[in-house]
């Protein structure tokens, strides 16, 4: 594998240098061609204007030397001559040269004119010479190669170093991909750096989510061990006949019952969760609070009478759109949630009503205990799955799954509700769940617990 990368890298390494290659060839071709084409139209623009001027002044010389005649033929045209500077003068009378100068040059634009029997022509000279031209174009030529060469080893070296940190974020990438949740890539100040920094968080959050999975599996292995014990211990006191006497035949065979009515409870549970894990729809129907709430208390008066706890109904109704069985399931886990926590003699009260709720959720289902209440630094962790403190719901008969609130959690962020708590040790405690009409409601999870 290794070396498969390493050749397809090589591989890269030179379809890279040949593209960068071509692509400065190609730049400074286009740059040579440009100077060219500008230089020509530039050339002839000026040789058009230079030689409108020669004419000008060929015309004004021709004239001037006309006029003063044969003797002053010589003076006039070295006079013009210094006037016009890089310009050779030529003076022809009836054809024949009488008077020339010769600056050094290569002349690029001419003109002539006539008075009379004289005739001047004017050449205007490069001061450059060709052999200084070409050098000018080759110093051109030189700078753009070194330029190039210049560029071509800064991206070398970019590319280089870009490869290198490549090839470090797709290793740590492979790490992760085969279960090395630890591997974490190197962080630079550029976008590559960007990409390890997205990389990293997404293996931390994995990570986390790891051993969240492996301490939520062993809680479960903990959770069914001990109901599996129990049955198992009484099966055989019934088998191997320890069990002896008809009353404890009973009490072996009732503790069975009991214990597997709680590995019932806790899967049936645990399918729920896992269930709402995949973000089922939604139901959107008229909800009737109070109907609900009222159904609810009468399905667990048994177990609230068994326990000696008074179960107070609300009396009113509330009307909110929603999902009626997300709705129940939540508020049945929190009224069997009170029923456990509320001792002998207590009392559990269901409101429902409108109020201002938090973020804008108006309608709520109040579900309060004369309970043992709950510690304040448990609350935050409530809602974790599995998690129970004996001080903070008694728990004292072993009912309880103990992932009723991770679903109450689950159902409340699906149905983009919130649910707040209050509690006071030793004297009860009270969960509120706020409720916004579905129509604006959209699937997310549920939002940290509001003291």
Known sequence: MNHTWRLSDHVRLRTFRARM??????????????????????????????????????????????AGGPNDVAATANHAAQILGATRVTVRQDGLVVWWSLPDGVSYATASATSGAYQVDLESVDPIGTNDQWIIFVAILGGLIVSAVIV??????????????????????????????????YVTDDEIGTVARVLNRMAARLQREDVRQREFLADVAHELRTPITAIEGFAHAL?????????????????????????????RDLQELTWLDLD??????????????????????????AKGVRLIPPTNDVVVTS?????????ANLLSNAINATLEGGQVALIVGKGAGPDGTTTFVAVTDT??????????????????????????????????????????????????????????????????????ASAVPARPIQD
């Open 371 to 440: 309970g043992v209440g709950i510690e304040p630094a448990h609350i935050p962790l409530l809602f974790e799955r599995l998690f129970r403190v004996e001080t903070a719901r008694a728990r004292r008969d072993g009912k309880g799954s103990g992932l009723g609130l991770s679903i109450v959690q689950r159902l409340v962020g699906m149905l983009d509700g919130r649910i707040t708590i209050s509690s006071d040790v030793g004297v009860g405690s009270t969960f509120t769940l706020w409720l916004a009409d579905i129509d604006r």
């Open 21 to 66: 290659v071509v692509a400065i060839v190609a730049a400074i071709a286009a740059v040579v061609v440009i100077q060219i084409v500008i230089t020509l139209i530039l050339d002839t623009r000026s040789v058009a204007r230079v030689e409108r001027t020669l004419h000008a002044q060929a015309a004004a010389l021709a004239h001037e030397i006309d």
């Open 280 to 305: 089922p729809p939604l139901t959107r129907v008229t909800v009737h609070l109070g109907d609900l709430a009222r159904e609810e208390v009468t399905s667990q008066s048994i177990s609230a009478n």
């Open 152 to 185: 071509w080893s800064i991206s070398g070296a970019f590319a280089r170093r870009l490869r290198v940190a490549l090839r470090e974020l797709s290793r740590t990438a492979d790490r992760i991909a085969l279960g090395q949740l630890e591997a974490r890539a």
């Open 239 to 267: 088998h191997d006949g320890t069990a002896r006497t008809p009353e404890a035949r009973a009490e072996s065979a009732e503790i069975i019952s009991q214990e597997a009515a709680r590995l019932r409870e806790f899967v």
């Open 323 to 331: 999902d009626p069985g997300h709705v129940r399931t939540i508020v």
